[in-house]
């Protein structure tokens, strides 16, 4: 979730790729490469690629390496990481068609190509093997043992959620699973493993600089520590996401106990938990002094003293009161000095740097920043894309220490450059990189890996650029957008969420991703398919839509425009034809244009009304689209009543009916374009 939101975003990420006609996929293809799926920009094919020939070469791996993933009845676990390994095939196979010789493409039995393939998945395979071993004989990363230091997050710490919780082994979880601490570092041990197996496979697969081909291309070389880089990254990040900055009550959170007096200790029972949102259900408002009403300005602090309450209220609805101490939201005290506003941003008072301070190296702040605390008054009170920005740079840390073992890089990425260079905020607002690009995470146009030698990329650590669906990887980060109504009706921090890929399964014969399947998590929420993003997304857009349909219900007769949630004239009631309707008659939630077209608007809302010379009774304002309130009980509502009124008269009942607000309404992870455009992404780059 964010606080304010950069714009307005629409069209639901939908459909699959095998939604697209079957004339149509040699085009398909082809557009993959050159949209680019690496983690360097992909050159253009050299070649066409003829998807029967990947068919064959996928089916070959299907017969000699015995993959089930079309057996019938096959064990699930089993079927998924051999989808992941159909993916890698046929991933492989379109780029060395495209791009390796010709006459691979039109070999008899394609024998060349294969055997190239099939060196790879061997070296895959075994790469698997030594960094996960087996269920029986679990390997370094799954328990620790062996494995470089730092080791991957202990399972059995993470699964002591409570301070109660009993301390156990991994020996004795995976003996019996007896006790609930048991049952739960089972359960992540097996997370992990099916976390690991699409991170390798699916990378092997996408990232073609993760191979050295031998110097007759028969086959290549795996290179595993950038592999390494990849899998510690994009696994933390997952890892972390889902045992610490996870939805509460859902790791069992216990109502707040606030005895202790306004600054704490506050105890809600866990253990593991850093990071809260910067706010608190009222139930909780007797416990914290005078809470300011809503329209109430910011408190600063002077002299150690306040200018004002340290809670208001977040709308007149009174269901929520926030933070209302500059800048609204706070870093613990172990780390805010190091986190300090980056200066001449907008807004002034959102965006933090990463920064020496005295005590404390960036790397040092780092981990003062991901600390836990059972103390709810000492966790971090900051936003989804305050998290998930940072959540970014820890797992580049971990990877570093790993892969350098030590501090020194990461130290001398931030203080090498300005101040504000290595930020907190709303990264994905630039989806496509800046030209010259001044912060991490923000990366510019990417150089051509053809040209020797190879141009420095612009970021050193990340891409901030433009994905095709198909490409999602576990650690991505993405955004799955509200409607543009939810900021004119409300004033919550649903416009948006900042999510983390966690969990998917990979469509082998398409070489892409099963969308219905995919997981993404963000500050504060439950893992959640795009489906129930689209719910619980819209669950708090319908607040919005409740308190402004009964704020037009409650307006006294005559009343054609209120002001709501902060802005005049937000609410009008109109009537494009001179028809009578029942009480309260037809309302709507004016949407301005601004810099943008009607049309535009009008799409992203996916429902609502343009102001037209057609109609005898102009709209209130002509620089706004109109989102009804309530609609005619008529096909298609609003629309199907004007295209049939403008014939004459229509025979219609007179009472309105309130719009439903569902996954119709919510654009998802899709802001403009069609169901299947790229998607804006922030993801570790690959460092070979």
């Known amino acids: 979730m964010y606080r304010r939101g950069p714009g307005a975003w629409s069209a639901r990420l939908s459909v699959k790729l095998a939604d697209v006609a079957p004339a149509t996929l040699v085009l398909a293809v082809l557009v993959l490469f050159v949209a680019g799926c690496g983690s360097t920009p992909t050159p253009p094919p050299l070649h066409a690629v003829d998807p029967l020939v990947v068919r064959a070469i996928l089916d070959w791996f299907v017969t000699n390496k015995h993959l089930v993933f079309r057996t019938a009845g096959a064990n699930r676990r089993t079927r998924q990481f051999d989808e992941h390994k159909g993916f890698f095939v046929v991933r492989r196979a379109r780029w060395l068609l495209a791009h390796g010789p010709a006459a691979w493409g039109t070999e008899p039995n394609h024998t060349t190509i294969i055997g190239r393939i099939d060196s790879e998945f061997t070296a895959v395979d075994g790469y698997v093997t030594r960094r996960l071993g087996t269920r029986a004989a679990p390997g370094p990363i799954m328990t620790g043992n062996g494995d470089r230091s730092p080791a991957h997050l202990d399972v059995t710490d993470l699964a002591r959620r409570r301070p109660s919780d009993p301390a156990v082994t991994i020996a004795q979880a995976l003996a019996t699973r007896n006790t609930p601490v048991k049952r739960l570092v089972v359960d992540m041990l097996t997370e992990r493993r099916d976390r690991a197996m699409a991170i390798i496979w699916r990378g092997a697969g996408l990232h073609f600089d993760l191979w050295q081909a031998s110097a007759d291309q ?228 990417e150089p051509d890996p053809d040209t020797q030698p190879p141009p420095t990329p612009p970021d050193p650590a990340f891409q901030n650029a433009l994905f095709h669906p198909a490409d999602i990887e576990i650690g991505d980060h993405l955004i799955f957008w509200n409607s543009v109504l939810y900021p004119l009706v409300s004033n919550g921090e649903w416009q948006l969420e900042n999510a983390l890929v966690v969990g998917i399964e990979s469509d082998p014969e398409l070489g892409s991703v099963k969308l219905s399947t995919l997981r993404m998590q963000g500050h504060g929420t439950a893992a959640l398919t795009v489906g129930q993003y689209e719910q619980a997304i819209g669950d708090h857009l319908r607040v919005g839509m409740v308190d402004a349909r009964a704020a037009a219900a409650a307006a006294p007769a005559g009343t054609t425009r209120l002001a709501f949630n902060r802005a005049v004239d937000r609410l009008v009631r109109w009537t494009p034809y001179p028809d009578t309707w029942s009480a309260p008659g037809p309302w709507w939630v004016r949407v301005p244009v601004g810099h943008e077209s009607h049309v535009v608007v009008r799409d992203r809302l996916r429902k609502g009304v343009m102001p037209s010379a057609a109609f005898p009774n102009p709209a209130p304002f002509a620089d706004s689209v109109y989102f009804p309130l309530w609609e005619p009980q008529f096909r298609d509502g609003w629309a199907g009543y004007l295209a049939r009124r403008a014939t004459g008269p229509v025979r219609v009942s007179r009472k309105l009916s309130p719009v439903p607000v569902d996954g119709s309404v919510i654009p998802g992870l899709h802001y403009a374009g069609t169901t299947w455009d790229p998607l804006p992404i922030v993801r570790p780059r690959v460092t070979p």
């Open 218 to 445: 028969r086959s290549a070389t795996l290179r595993e520590p950038a592999l390494d880089e990849v899998l510690d990254r994009r696994l933390h990040a997952a890892e972390r996401m889902s045992y610490q900055i996870s939805r509460a009550d859902v790791m069992g959170a216990r109502r707040l106990d606030m005895s202790a007096g306004p600054h704490g200790p506050w105890t809600d029972g866990l253990r593991v938990r850093m990071f809260e949102y910067p706010r608190l259900g009222a139930t909780y408002a007797s416990a914290l002094g005078p809470i300011a009403p809503e329209t109430a300005p910011m408190s600063t602090v002077t002299g150690g003293h306040l200018s004002g309450p340290e809670w208001r209220w977040e709308s007149a609805s009174h269901r929520r009161v926030v933070y209302n101490v500059f800048p609204g939201h706070r870093f613990r005290a172990a780390a805010e000095r190091a986190f300090p506003l980056v200066a001449g941003t907008n807004p002034p008072d959102y965006w933090h740097a990463l920064w020496s301070a005295p005590g404390l190296t960036p790397a040092q702040a780092m981990d003062a920043l991901y600390t836990p605390s059972t103390n709810y008054w000492d966790r971090s009170w900051i936003y989804c894309d305050h998290v998930v920005s940072s959540l970014h740079l820890m797992a580049l840390l971990f990877a570093k220490r790993r892969r350098l073992a030590g501090d020194t890089w990461f130290n001398t990425l931030v203080t090498s450059h300005a101040q504000g260079y290595v930020q907190l905020g709303p990264l994905l607002r630039t989806v496509s990189g800046a030209p010259t690009p001044g912060r991490l995470m923000d990366s510019g146009p």
